[in-house]
DNA sequence: AAGCCGGGGAT
DNA sequence: ATCCCAGGCTT
């Protein structure tokens, strides 16, 4: 009797998985949690933030309580803020409707905020043991090989791969499969994938055809060139931080104030602009500090930092704050802040 | 269906 | 320098 995708698949997870955090776990919070950071994000990248987020916030009822700002900052570096925010309002809703517990009903997994189809298939597969498919970009990547499927991966293809995956699935097991499947696509499946060592390469018409290299097609890019000045605004061992507000780009954090280059002109005279748009009209002197390149989404922001001292900072309100150096890292700033800062210290 | 939303590792 | 990553939300 000849091994199945599945069983194949599971045997060589067993021997091969990398050791990492939220497999020394069932607990769907902590599980939850790991899906909702891995979004988009390396593994290696989420390592750090999932150890000091179950250290700070061990349970769900102590997530709920947490405040905004809090959060903000225990989410600082990773990215995709709105992430946080769902979670915040999530993990309020679970411990108001469902005593604090991940619920392991799909159709209520779906409302919450943050749960598209992937997070609701992967908490309940890997913390509940349900027979639900996911579809992450490994495993798309995946069946798209075993399909010899052309084309860019994106989730149109979903609609094709999804039969196949469902009637595949293995009757428990279930969270062992679905972590399988994305490790095959992290440490064999991958971009130039490692066909010799793949233990379910007999299924693969793509291996067959010999064109594992050519699918998926790369997605184009387009970059959006920025370049934009920052002013350091100083008064003594005093710093003048804004929060960015509303909806958008990196919003609800906090940064120096920016402004873009307008056309034709030098990011010093940029710099002495943004400073009287502040009303800060006795700045006794103005020195860069450097250029700090912030890189997000398609943007490629060129971002020139000005170190200005003044005899009066601008006041406070709710969105602006003066801070003392030891203060800032309260405060959630986004990656390019956070470089110019590193320069102050 | 397409655009938006970060940051950094890999190549 | 380019591509991509355990996607979801909005339009």
Known sequence: MPKTFSEKLLAWYKLNKRDLPWRHTRDPYKIWISEIMLQQTTVTAVIPYFERWIKCYPTMKSLAAAGEQELMSSWEGLGYYSRVRNIHKAAKIMVRDFEGNVPDDPKALIKLPGFGPYTVGAVLSIAYGLREPIIDANVRRIVMRLHAIKGKADAS????????????????????????????????CSRQPQCLQCPVKEFCRAHDKGVQDEIPEPKKVSYIDVEMVAAVIRHGDKYYIQQRSGKGVLSGLWEFPSSELLKGESSLGAAKRLMEEQRCDDCSRITKLGLVRHYYTNHRVKLHAYLCDVNSLPEEDLIHRQVILAQMKEFAMHSGAVKIAEKLG
């Open 157 to 188: 293809v979903d609609v094709k791969i999804l039969p196949w995956i469902e009637k595949t699935l293995p009757r428990g097991q279930m969270s062992e499969f679905n972590q399988a499947f994305m490790e095959l696509g992290a440490l064999i």
